[in-house]
């Protein structure tokens, strides 16, 4: 209950945020440029029909005005119209939400496997301070962490066709598929049977998750290996140690489970992260989600997408940041979440 | 050497109180330590040097080198030779030229970024942790809603505002959404200082609060700004070729590495050299400004006595 409590007053104080938010964000993109300006452009527009498309989108209303019109119409449900597609009008509430359902499967995939690999290389980085295998992670992270994403995506994408010939010369390809790595978005993946569906899932996820994960893998295996060696020197480590408490029950049971806890606080800084990442790396694999469409709605002028868009992203940061909090309450016993 | 490293064992026993007191050695300031502690770590000084090198060359070699950035009279996706180290790009223009034309833009454009934020963050932070209160949460509540959209979208949308793709509306746009972890990081900081004896000392003898932030919280707090505006260099770096790539940062007649890397990338397969140029200068640049910041870290850190490359 207490939870319940925690979970509805956190969301409570993240509503005035969210609200100055959009208005802020609102007022930015209003002055993005004129957004029937491509239809004003074209010879033999009925100028009748630009006025009429012009009150529809609430365009010769004030700032303000425009801003409660907009907020009201979010709020029941109606996102607006999207202007991307010219004289083309298309909602805008399903176009977002199938680019964030696209984006969301992404930024999962991504997140939860860096956050595995990165706390595993961490913790054997610690475990074995200073060995050939230290440094290698070590010099891994850094590389990762000084890497433009796209050129991660890029190269990953430049030589699929490389892999995708190994995979055909091992004679995997009856089983993976042929090719087996997609560069491009996986709208159709029509598959037969489970084992099928995974390695068609696989071959489709597999390069852009990579790119995605790169940076934030780094960010978690640094930051484990620093906590588990300032675990592994607590005085409580030493005391199971003498009490003869095997070594792999002393690196797993007691230290690995509180060297943890400070990682989840990058979690929520991450998400900001894997989300950039998300948008760069769907530009390069020309998948439909939420990059694409940014890029798109700016360089058409189409506020009300761009605003559907700056909302729902918004919106997931805050879970995403009750999410950590929460994670770190039940990790630490000593932080009562409530 | 000898004599430095057998003046730190005795500046080590001094502390312990094992030494004669007529064998201290002379009292030396904090930056004159940093500054040795930062000589003796390898791995940072050889980062500078690689990065000082890339400036000057970025710099210098523009000057004498034989082709303009401008000149596109060259043929079509020439092979690599002498005349031209790294071929030339689609519409004939000598890729090394457009390599260091496109360095300068990106580190003017992230060293701005970094000063910027940094000072941003740094006042922000410090009246913040300060003065707590009212001040305290109006400034949190303000990061708190620069966090909520991601940097890239932001600047996206913020340049296209202000209708030009310049550098420096690139590196206004870029910073007005990246000084908030500087920000989180002093406020901390300054809370925790302004506890301690000394700022009540300057409060009792009459100091105004711009005094005690800028006089005595902020040289206090020198260290950890060093080092985040340093990192804040290199993910500037990355951050404005990332805008680059996607089509919405710096345009035309500017540049950057991140617009010579979309320029080119398409090349990978036939011309690989169009696109690992522009890459790997970028890498070094983010690689070298990352291992100075650690570099700084372990200089300032007071606890760390060891040197390790």
Redesign the interface.
């Known amino acids: 209950m207490n939870l319940v409590l925690y979970v509805l007053r956190r969301l409570a104080i993240s509503v005035p ?2 609200l ?2 959009t208005f ?2 609102f007022v ?2 209003a ?3 004129d957004p029937l300006g491509e239809i004003r452009s074209k010879p033999g527009t009925n100028l009748q029909a630009i006025a009429d498309l012009e009150h529809k989108l609430g365009l010769d209303q004030s700032v303000f005005a425009r801003y409660f019109t907009w907020l009201g119409h979010f709020l029941s449900g109606d996102w607006g119209i999207s202007i991307a597609q010219g004289n083309a009008l298309q909602p805008v509430a399903p176009k977002v939400m199938a680019a964030f359902k696209v984006t969301l499967e992404l930024v999962l995939a991504a997140s939860v496997l860096a956050l595995f690999f990165g706390v595993l290389v961490g913790v054997l980085a610690a475990v074995k301070q200073y060995s050939l295998w230290d440094y290698l992670a070590t010099t891994l992270a ?2 990762m ?7 991660i995506a ?2 990953l994408k ?1 030589y699929a ?1 490389r892999l995708n010939g190994w995979v055909r010369q091992l004679g995997l390809a009856d089983v993976l598929g042929d090719p087996w790595l997609r560069t491009t978005s996986p709208e159709s993946l029509s598959a037969t049977g489970v084992g099928d569906a995974l390695a068609k899932y696989v071959g489709a996820f597999l390069l852009p998750t990579l790119s995605i994960m790169a940076i934030t893998f780094a960010a978690y295996s640094r930051f484990q290996r620093a906590s588990m060696l300032e675990v592994l020197s607590a005085d409580y480590v030493r005391t199971a140690r003498a009490k003869g408490v095997s070594n792999s029950r002393v690196i797993w049971r007691h230290a690995f489970r509180n060297a943890l806890i400070p990682v989840m606080t990058l979690f929520s800084v991450n998400f ?1 992260a894997t ?2 990442g998300a ?2 790396t769907e ?1 390069v694999f020309n998948w439909h989600g939420m ?1 694409t469409l ?2 798109e709605a ?2 058409k ?1 189409d506020p009300q997408v ?1 605003m559907g ?2 909302v729902l ?2 919106v997931s ?2 879970v995403a940041n009750l999410v950590a909090d929460l994670l770190y309450g039940i990790l630490d016993p000593r932080i009562r979440v409530g | 050497m000898a004599d430095l490293n057998s003046l730190l064992a005795s500046e080590t026993a001094t502390k312990d109180g094992t030494l004669p007191p007529e064998a201290l050695p002379e009292p030396r300031s904090q930056g004159k330590l940093v500054l040795r502690k930062f000589l003796h770590h390898k791995l940072a000084m050889a980062s500078t040097a690689v990065l000082v090198l890339i400036i000057l060359l970025s710099i210098l070699l523009p000057l004498f080198w034989k082709h303009s950035y401008e000149d596109s009279s060259f043929a079509s996706f020439a092979k690599p030779s002498g005349e031209f180290p790294l071929g030339t790009t689609q519409v004939g223009k000598d890729m090394v030229s457009q390599i260091l034309r496109g360095t300068q833009f990106s580190l003017l454009i992230a060293l701005t970024v970094s000063i910027l934020s940094t000072v941003v963050g740094v006042v922000l932070g410090a009246l913040a942790g300060y003065l707590r209160r009212f001040t305290d949460s109006a400034v949190s ?1 303000v990061t ?2 620069f ?8 600047a ?3 340049a ?2 202000f ?1 030009s793709g310049s550098w420096y509306i690139v590196a206004l746009v870029l910073a007005s959404f990246g000084w908030m972890q500087i920000a989180r990081i002093t406020r901390a900081e300054a809370m925790s200082l302004s506890q301690r004896e000394f700022v009540d000392a300057a409060r009792a003898s009459g100091a105004g609060t711009f005094r005690i932030i800028f006089k005595h919280l902020v040289p206090n707090m020198v260290g950890s700004i060093t080092v985040n505006a340093t990192l804040a260099v ?1 993910q500037a770096v ?1 951050a404005e ?2 805008l680059s ?4 940062g710096v345009q035309l007649p500017d540049t950057s590495l ?1 617009r010579v ?1 979309l320029e080119n ?1 398409a090349q ?2 036939t011309r690989p050299a169009l ?1 690992f140029g522009p ?1 790997i200068v ?2 070094l640049i ?2 070298t ?3 100075i910041g650690d570099g700084l870290r372990d200089a300032f850190d007071p606890r760390q006595r060891r040197m390790k490359a």
């Open positions: 945020v969210l100055i938010g802020l964000c930015m993109v002055n993005t440029g850094f590389l962490f000084s890497m433009p994403i796209f050129c890029i190269v430049g066709i900001g989300v950039t948008i760069i530009t990059g940014l890029v700016v360089n002028n761009l868009w700056l992203i918004a940061v805050v | 509540r708190d809603l966090l909520i959209i991601p940097q890239i979208a932001a996206a949308i913020l296209k505002v209708g290199a990355l070729a990332a790539f996607i089509g919405l991140g890397i990338y990978l397969q696109f890459f970028l890498v983010s690689l400004i990352n291992f």
